[in-house]
T-cell receptor, first 113, second 112 residues
Framework: EAQVTQNPRYLITVTGKKLTVTCSQN?????MSWYRQDPGLGLRQIYY???????DKGDVPEGYKVSRKEKRNFPLILESPSPNQTSLYFC????????????FGSGTRLTVV | SQQGEEDPQALSIQEGENATMNCSYK?????LQWYRQNSGRGLVHLIL?????REKHSGRLRVTLDTSKKSSSLLITASRAADTASYFC????????????FGKGTLLTVNP
C-alpha cells in the first residue's frame, strides 16, 4: 500500500531531551515536507526537501533539523525540545511533476513538558 | 503571509445541501490543491487544479480557479454527514510545488 509512515504516533518528552520523529514513504517521491499544526495557526511548513541531500527551510524552521540521505526517509530532529514545540506534526511526500498532490502521514502528536 | 486563506472559517449545513468554500492566494501559482482533514487525522488530497485550468470535477467535488482574482472555490454537492471535516486549500509560493502553504481551513459540519 502506498503510504507515508510516521513514528511515533504519540510522544511525551521532557524539555531538552533530543528526539527524532521518523518519516518514510514507499512511493519513490522526490518531494518531502514537514508541517506542524497548531490550533488557530493552521499548518505551517517546517522544512522541505526536493530530493536526496537537498533541503530548505520552510516558514518555522527554528529548533528543528532535517536530513535526506535516502530518497524514502526524511527524519525530523529536535535537538533540544521546548514546550512551544508541543504540536501535531505531519510528514508529507509528492512527485515533483506538479500534477499530483501530497500524501500525508497520520501525524505525530508531541508533548514537551 | 498566508498564501491560502479560506472563507468561511466555519460552515454548518444540512445533509443533502451543497457546501461552497472559497480560497484566496497572493502569489503566482503552478497549481492549487484542496485537502480534507478529519479531526486530528492526516490530510487527504482531494483535487488539484493547474493554473491553466478553470474548472475541474471529481465525483461530488467541483473546483474552480480564477487566476485573475487569485481565488478558487470548492463545491461539495449533495453533502453527507461523512463530509464533516476541515477543508484546506494549498498552493506553492511563486509557482513551486515543494514550498506549499496552507490556509487555516474551513470547518464544515453536515448535520444529519
Amino acid at each position: 500500500e502506498a503510504q507515508v509512515t510516521q513514528n511515533p504516533r504519540y510522544l511525551i518528552t521532557v524539555t531538552g531531551k533530543k528526539l527524532t520523529v521518523t518519516c518514510s514513504q514507499n512511493m519513490n517521491h522526490e518531494y518531502m515536507s514537514w508541517y506542524r499544526q497548531d490550533p488557530g495557526l493552521g499548518l505551517r511548513q517546517i522544512y522541505y526537501s526536493m530530493n536526496v541531500e537537498v533541503t530548505d527551510k520552510g516558514d518555522v524552521p527554528e529548533g528543528y533539523k532535517v536530513s535526506r540521505k535516502e530518497k524514502r526517509n526524511f527524519p525530523l530532529i529536535l535537538e533540544s525540545p521546548s514546550p512551544n514545540q508541543t504540536s501535531l506534526y505531519f510528514c508529507a511526500s509528492s512527485l515533483s511533476s506538479g500534477y499530483y498532490g501530497y500524501t500525508f502521514g497520520s501525524g505525530t502528536r508531541l508533548t514537551v513538558v | 503571509s498566508q498564501q491560502g486563506e479560506e472563507d468561511p472559517q466555519a460552515l454548518s449545513i444540512q445533509e443533502g445541501e451543497n457546501a461552497t468554500m472559497n480560497c484566496s492566494y497572493k502569489t503566482s501559482i503552478n497549481n492549487l490543491q484542496w485537502y480534507r482533514q478529519n479531526s486530528g487525522r492526516g490530510l487527504v488530497h482531494l483535487i488539484l487544479i493547474r493554473s491553466n485550468e478553470r474548472e475541474k470535477h471529481s465525483g461530488r467535488l467541483r473546483v474552480t480557479l480564477d487566476t485573475s482574482k487569485k481565488s478558487s472555490s470548492l463545491l461539495i454537492t449533495a453533502s453527507r454527514a461523512a463530509d464533516t471535516a476541515s477543508y484546506f486549500c494549498a498552493s506553492g509560493d511563486g509557482g513551486s510545488n515543494y514550498k506549499l502553504t496552507f490556509g487555516k481551513g474551513t470547518l464544515l459540519t453536515v448535520n444529519p
